[in-house]
């Protein structure tokens, strides 16, 4: 009897399997997290006020299926020392929205978001921390090397509205994709 349940239970699975692989959905998508950290090149007028400093990114993204196309956040810490001010530095968060397309190596990003600077200012005889939070746009080129490791270089401009610094900051990451 067993046997015969056993035999049943297996042409049954062996009846249904097709047709339920069959219903499954296409290519579901990939979720993609990356870590990355690397030196930071300030231009134009940022590179008046600030020296080459380092940083750090987080990312997750999803892929769309059967696409090169991927949309994520990014989070990044930047830090450089500070020319007017000796002795001190700037932190720098930047968090943005952003597409990738990859061409199977090499890959193109686009995003905005907010960057947020923190930096000492002499005030007469005071010195003040500041902050200030505005838009910035960013672009990326880069390149993946076996699908987990990837260089890139980045653009990232502010756009204030006040008399001070719009930053425009060149980080390069290098950096691991699971």
């Keep these: 009897m067993r046997k015969i349940l056993a035999g049943s239970l297996c042409a049954i699975i062996a009846a249904i399997a097709p047709a339920a692989a069959q219903s499954l959905p296409p290519d579901p998508g990939t979720w993609a997290v990356s ?3 690397g030196a930071t090149v300030p231009v134009g007028n940022t590179a008046d006020h600030l020296k080459t400093g380092i940083h750090g990114a987080a990312a997750i993204g999803y892929q769309l299926p059967d ?5 994520g956040v990014e989070g990044m810490y930047l830090r450089a020392s500070n020319k007017t001010i000796p002795g ?3 932190n720098i968060v930047v968090a943005t929205a952003h597409a990738h397309i990859g061409l199977g ?3 193109i990003v ?3 978001g ?3 600077d923190e930096y000492k200012q002499p005030l007469g005889s005071v010195v003040i921390t500041n902050t200030h939070a505005t838009f910035s746009l960013e672009g990326r080129l880069g ?3 076996a699908k987990v490791l990837f260089l890139e ?3 990232i401009h502010s756009f204030r509205t006040d008399d001070h610094v719009k930053y425009t900051l060149i980080p390069i990451t290098l950096g691991i994709k699971f």
């Excluded at 696409?67 to 949309?71: C, G």
């Design 105 to 107: 190596g090499p890959y």
């Design 110 to 112: 686009l995003g905005a």
């Design 143 to 145: 390149i993946e090397f």
């Design 114 to 116: 907010l960057l947020r």
């Design 88 to 90: 001190d530095h700037s």
């Design 35 to 37: 870590l990355g950290a």
């Design 153 to 155: 270089g980045r653009v």
């Design 67 to 71: 696409s090169h196309l991927m949309f």
